[in-house]
């Protein structure tokens, strides 16, 4: 059962024979879920981490207008939480359901503390794993700030030269799944634009690398 | 020069004795800078933990267009990257400028990794602000998704409704500058919006509490 475990960024590097170990040391949890099962509600605190042994779970957003939308999906095996557990304000933002049959382990933050403290690797991994959500995060920050698709992707474009400096082509870096995930838009919607862009002589794209043809026209579109 | 960082998060809770102590188990390196001297560029890896002992710092974000946008300020006593240190892309994504004469104490994220697995208390402090800004850059989020000013406020007013559920008045939570602050615009632009759901007998507001006067008109605003 823990074997998955292994898969996780939270144990990444360990033996199952080591997990197995870890999480002898501290007390934890076991539960089943059911689909559409609400796992938390939103507002409630969350002082657990869980780990996702067994299939799928979703976070909602109550819409207000009996429609929720669906902030994330997380699939075994992964941990959940581990970016907001230890925070002043540990609600949450939304509801966690259970989207198949799960099986879900949950350690208190109390218990989880002893765990981090008595390993330095288990450590390291944790802090990585809550850095990456963070990171991740941040960057959807930054595209949000700009109001237009056309500003996001000139911020992209812009950035990707500055880290290639010297190169006229440059490598996009993500596919256009990625890179409307990432925008928070849709696929069509970053289609269309990139069109108009490559249309317009500002950018060219040519076997997924990127070339600036109008410089001063892409910045404009970040104001 | 330490007895500041017991006002940091990440020292709450010990005295000066015990931080020199903590501090001295550890290698640290300490930096003085001058006013607008760069303490570290966009794209930078950042793989340190920066204590501000004296002065004030800024992150500023490179605006293409010979404008810089400061994203972010930092007062002494307080900690800086510790919420993105241990990322597998930990570089920085604004330049990080001195704005008076600062002084940094700098610790490596191996030091900072001992320090952390050398006692419970400053390794939950540690995870407390990391949690913190996460939670923080969570909501910043929540509200940029909302394209337009109403639908920023009128997600706040029934989130509070929901928190307060069964009232009919509710405290706003926070003045009219932290609410501008917390859906990225601007005060005037809060206030002008605020008056129109006023005026448009959609809320009330009264004494810094908020009432719902026309639900579906609010909740029409979320989409």
């Not at 304000?89 to 989207?99: D, F, G, M, P, V």
């Amino acid at each position: 059962m823990f074997s998955e475990l292994e898969k996780t960024s939270v144990f990444k590097g360990f033996t199952t024979a080591e997990i197995i170990k870890l999480l002898s040391s501290v007390h934890y949890r076991l539960h089943t879920y059911n689909p559409d099962d609400v796992i938390a509600y939103a507002c409630d605190r969350c002082d657990d981490l869980f780990l996702l042994l067994q299939g799928e779970i979703r976070g909602e957003m109550n819409g207000y207008n009996d429609k929720n939308i669906v902030i994330s999906e997380i699939c075994a095996p992964d941990t959940f939480a581990e970016a907001f557990l230890f925070a002043d304000n540990n609600e949450l933002l939304i509801n966690i359901i259970s989207t198949t049959k799960t099986k879900i382990l949950i350690i208190s933050k109390s218990e989880l503390l002893k765990m981090l403290n008595s390993n330095t690797k288990i450590l390291n991994n944790y802090l990585n794993a809550t850095s990456n959500r963070f990171v991740l995060i941040s960057e959807k920050l930054k595209f949000l700030m700009f109001k237009t698709v056309k500003g996001k992707i000139a911020n992209y474009i812009l950035d990707l030269e500055r880290e290639h400096s010297g190169k006229t082509y440059f490598p996009l870096g993500r596919n256009q799944e990625g890179l409307a995930a990432l925008f928070g838009i849709t696929r069509p919607a970053l289609t269309r634009n990139l069109s108009q862009l490559k249309k317009d002589n500002i950018i060219e794209i040519k076997h997924k690398e990127v070339r600036i043809l109008d410089r001063k026209r892409l910045v404009g579109y970040l104001s």
